[in-house]
């Protein structure tokens, strides 16, 4: 891009969900900022969801989740080098909060945070070089703005009507079109919370079993990793590999399915194509509302003290979707307890 124009910068390198709480705020900013070229940054882990995105005049560009020292000066010199006239902080990351102090002609936009022990991100001698800024206090001790409506205030125009920029319309890959069933549950399996809960695959199979008297199918994903480790999931059930495009245990006739390495667009379409999302909060739950999917969230509680009750209770004002057809509950380490409380809104 040429150096002479103007441009809009939104800092947005976080987690997926993060990037789906974020889709109204950066449509509001596409929508004011159309004569201008626009540029994302995106973190290694929400890259690839940049599809949700669609608009001609945006230029994305991937920098890590956390910033190295070199990421930090080649953005300091790019800002000096191009004609920036706005930069929203969507993520906010410290860093992000001094390019104020050096950069007085540009507008900065920000999303600041509020802690507990008076906590502030940024500062408030930082916060006054800002030329707009909510914040989002997780100090509070009261039912509080979701983050989504916190960055929608942040960058709509008053009487501006937002348009709806999320490319609902995704080309389905041949080799999902081939493996999806008709009428499943979606669940996605994280291994670092089972783990806490001291689920086993039979607590799993328990409630697979479960899923399959309300529905055809079970499709699950799990976290990506590399586990050189002897892996059970896949030699019970039927493995569909979408980063090797083959099947494992092909002959094992299971209503069962492991989607497994699968990202992007063919996580999304697997997502968007369930009949019910069930999964731990997090990534799945938050694409799941973009198409306002029945889903049962599976909030994680691990309560010792009240500061981890008030953190949890933060959290869930925070990041908690609202939409018919959301419901949430508390899993249970006994899987025929969460099994119970499943049964209430299968």
């Known amino acids: 891009m040429n150096s002479n124009v103007e441009k809009v910068i939104v800092f947005k390198n976080d987690a997926v969900g993060d990037l789906v709480q974020s889709l109204n705020a950066i449509n509001n900013i596409i929508d004011l900022h159309k004569n201008k070229n626009i ?20 230029n994305y560009k991937k920098i890590n989740y956390d910033l190295s020292l070199i990421e930090k000066i080649k953005l300091i010199f790019y800002l000096i080098q191009n004609k920036i006239t706005e ?4 993520t906010p990351k410290n860093f992000y909060f001094f390019l104020p102090l050096l950069f007085r002609n540009i507008k900065f936009y920000a999303l600041c945070i509020n802690g507990p022990n008076n906590y502030k991100r940024p500062s408030s001698f930082l916060r006054k070089y800002l030329f707009k800024y909510v914040i989002n206090d997780r100090g ?87 586990n050189n480790k002897k892996d059970i999931l896949k030699e019970k059930f039927k493995t569909i590999d979408f980063k090797n495009r083959k099947i494992i245990n092909k002959d094992l006739n299971s209503k069962i399915l492991l989607f497994d390495n699968i990202k992007g667009e ?8 369930s009949s019910k999302v069930i999964a731990f909060h997090g990534m799945m739950t938050n694409l799941a509302s973009i198409r306002k999917k029945e889903t049962i ?24 979707p609202k939409y018919n057809g959301y419901n949430f509950i508390i899993p249970s380490k006994k899987i025929t307890k969460t099994i119970k409380k499943l049964s209430n809104f299968i």
Request: proline share 1%; with cysteine; hydrophobic share 35%.
């Open 39 to 58: 540029e994302i940054y995106l973190s290694e882990r929400s890259e690839k969801f940049r599809f949700l995105i669609n608009n001609r005049n945006i």
């Open 87 to 90: 930069i929203y902080i969507l």
């Open 140 to 226: 509070a001790i009261y039912k509080r703005d979701h983050t989504t409506k916190l960055q929608e205030d942040l960058t709509k125009v008053k009487n501006n009507k937002s348009n709806n920029n999320i490319n609902f319309k995704l080309s389905i890959s041949d080799f999902l079109q081939k493996n999806l069933p008709n009428n499943f549950v979606y669940f996605h399996l994280k291994k670092n919370i089972t783990e806490r809960l001291n689920w086993d695959i039979n607590d799993l199979s328990k409630l697979f079993n479960f899923f399959l008297e309300h529905y055809d199918y079970v499709v699950f994903s799990r976290d990506i990793e590399n």
């Open 266 to 273: 063919d996580l999304y379409n697997t997502i968007s194509s």
């Open 297 to 320: 969230d599976m909030w994680f509680c691990d309560i010792k003290n009240y500061n981890d009750y008030r953190n949890y209770r933060n959290a869930f004002y925070e990041f908690k």
